[in-house]
């Protein structure tokens, strides 16, 4: 994966579902219990990658005691289909785990869902490789008006905060 020198950013009105969903071994030497809640998501992410209808734009993963999956998604309405259909890898392993781990507190999993409009994202990216939402998207050079993050928000007047106006004299 080669590194885009200098400043790149995503340039695109299109609105993204945000879904960050992890796991953390607990008691480490359980190792039956948080091997397979581990072992899971690799067969979903291959299922979502290879059905361009599932609506998953993205991915970047982060491994340790405490492991993370940042995705980004065409809606929250794709997710939550992904996540309900009983065809689709997610609902058995989602059993399983409330089966044989449930609350004993082995290992802890989580999930946050953000829905973010392009007016409320600011995105820059200086000497990374293919990242995040410039990996789902498609990251372009920092152009003319687009160097500071004001400026970037900007282009979406809407998605700046109020300012109090100042008293005239």
Request: glycine content about 8%.
């Amino acid at each position: 994966m080669g590194i885009l020198a200098g400043r790149h950013t995503v340039d695109s009105d299109r609105d993204v579902t945000v879904f960050l969903i992890g796991m953390r071994v607990n008691q480490p030497w359980k190792v039956r219990k948080w091997l397979p809640v581990a072992k899971a998501m690799s067969p979903m992410l291959r299922h979502l990658s290879r059905d361009k209808a599932s609506g998953l734009l993205g991915f970047n993963q982060w491994f340790g005691r405490t492991t993370m999956l940042l995705s980004y998604w065409d809606s929250p309405e794709h997710l939550q289909r992904f996540a309900a259909d009983a065809d689709a890898p997610h609902l058995e392993p989602w059993r399983r785990f409330v089966r044989s781990v449930g609350d004993d507190g082995t290992v802890g999993i989580w999930h946050e869902t953000y829905v973010v409009p392009a007016a409320n994202r600011e995105v820059v990216y200086v000497n990374m490789p293919a990242f995040g939402l410039g990996k789902a998207l498609g990251a372009r050079p920092v152009g003319s008006g687009m160097h500071t993050a004001k400026q970037r928000l900007s282009r979406h007047p809407e998605s700046l905060p109020d300012r109090p106006q100042a008293a005239q004299p």
